[in-house]
């Protein structure tokens, strides 16, 4: 049997067609409405939820990968939550060690601060303990980020068995110091941030359980082993855009290297925090590279915030970018120009500037960052000229150069200070 549509029951269908396409674009229109009025009266921040399942996710992911990844946030400003102001830190301890004085030979960052790091944690200083260390972290680290498959052979599974591996050494190191201390009678000093954890070096505090010890002792090291080399990476490449701040850089740490020549001193925590520039110049990078870009918060319970409900359940990202990109806080935020504190003072942290959180949770190694930063440039921009290659920066999952930032790196035979002024 042959189907023929007359020419009038097909403008029906066209008709039929079209008028469902209206009253559901119409309902929806409708329920936008009615849920953005909801929200408003809830006082929930308003915007879209975005896709089923992933919402927003790739729009969040795709900002990450171009040059401002601030945009996402922008087209999101309707909260407007600024940092706190109130902070609880616990400061990791470090000396002008002669450790660190080998920085000055040494070329690849993540290997000197991990060096660093574990040797102020746990006073573990290079050899077969320190590799073995080593082999496990970045075994371990490498499940931070990655597919939640748990089965042998998969990256998750290799990192969760490598945690329990470090778990043990730490946990046995703990053991050792622990029984050398009920051994010693008079009063010491901390050493490290084992006998910080151990906590009774006056003999005054409830001693902490071991396996929480050995566990906080891992989970400091995780956030200290990528970020300052991250920082001084970006630090060389910021300069190296930058020939006028390298060069005030330049001559701020010649005049302290050279005054410690002829005094024939050694270096001390307060000579490098005394050069106002240096310091400058990492407040500058840690502003404009955001490192830890933005944290994320669970809420508990109902939160009112600014006149804002925050749900319980919610998840919060507050951006730090954001905050150091705004041009309310600063001027030409994306220019490099370290000058810019001289007039507000130098800036650890404060609701405008966030590189290290704030609050209850403010970075604890804040003060050791800035320390290992001012020391690597110290050595690098007074033994050192360099020439980097062409890179950029990408700001997923983690802020990093594209290809590591290679540069050409050559001992100063002259005086520095000579040659750069005659240039
Ligand atoms: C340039 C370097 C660094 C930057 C930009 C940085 C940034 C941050 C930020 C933003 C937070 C807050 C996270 C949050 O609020 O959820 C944080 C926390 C933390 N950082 Fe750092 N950090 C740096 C270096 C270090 C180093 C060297 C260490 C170890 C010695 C360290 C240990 C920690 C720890 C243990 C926490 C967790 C604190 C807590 O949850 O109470 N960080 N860091």
Redesign the pocket.
């Known amino acids: 049997m042959e189907l023929k549509m007359t020419g009038e029951a097909e403008s029906w269908i066209w008709i039929c067609i079209a008028t469902g396409v209206a009253i559901g674009w119409l309902i929806y229109m409708m329920r936008k409405k009615q849920k953005e009025e909801e929200e408003m009266e809830s006082g929930v921040p308003r915007g879209s939820s975005g896709w089923p399942v992933i919402g927003e996710t790739l729009d969040f992911i795709a900002s990450g990968y171009t040059s401002r990844p601030v945009t996402f946030m922008e087209k999101r400003k309707s909260l407007g939550v600024k940092g706190g102001d109130s902070s609880t830190m616990a400061v ?1 301890g470090c000396s002008g060690s002669p450790e660190l004085e080998q920085w000055r030979r040494r070329a690849d960052g993540v290997e000197i ?1 991990f060096e660093v ?1 574990v040797k ?2 746990l006073s573990v200083g290079p050899g077969e303990e320190f590799n073995l260390l080593k082999k496990e972290f970045e075994e371990f680290t490498k499940g931070l980020i990655c597919l939640p498959i748990k089965f042998p052979g998969t990256t998750l599974y290799k990192s969760l068995k490598a945690k329990e591996r470090l778990s043990s050494m730490v946990g046995k190191m703990v053991g050792e110091r622990k029984l050398s201390m009920e051994k010693r009678e008079e009063k010491w000093l901390p050493n490290d ?1 084992i006998d910080v954890l151990l906590g009774n070096a006056d003999g005054a505090k409830q001693p902490l359980p071991s396996d929480f010890i050995s566990g ?1 002792l891992i ?7 990528e ?2 080399p ?2 001084i990476t970006l630090a060389v490449k910021f300069l190296s855009d930058n020939p006028v701040a390298l060069a005030r850089l330049l001559e701020e740490n010649l005049e302290l290297k050279q005054q410690k020549i002829s005094c024939c001193e050694d270096y001390s925590w307060t000579d490098y925090m005394s050069l106002p520039f240096t310091q400058n110049v990492i407040s500058e990078t ?1 502003r404009l ?4 870009n933005a ?3 669970k809420a508990l319970k109902d939160v009112k915030i600014k006149g804002h409900l925050i749900p319980k359940g919610w998840c919060v990202l ?1 951006s ?1 970018t954001s905050v150091h990109m705004d041009e309310e806080n600063y001027e030409n935020p994306y220019n490099f120009d370290p000058s810019r504190w001289e007039k507000v003072g130098l800036a650890v942290t404060s609701s405008t500037f ?13 003060e ?3 320390l ?2 001012s020391i690597f440039l110290h050595h690098l921009v007074t033994t050192y000229r360099w020439v980097a290659e062409k890179d950029e920066i990408v700001y997923f999952p983690t802020v990093k150069m594209k290809n590591k930032l290679p540069i050409n790196i050559m001992p100063i035979e002259q005086n520095p200070l000579i040659q750069t002024k005659q240039n």
């Open positions: 990791v601060a790091l102020l944690i941030a906080n989970e400091m090291m995780i956030p200290g082993e970020t300052v991250t920082a840690l590279a955001n490192i830890i944290v994320w918060r507050a730090f966030t590189p290290f959180g704030g609050g209850q949770r403010l970075c604890p190694g804040l050791l960052s800035r290992e930063i």
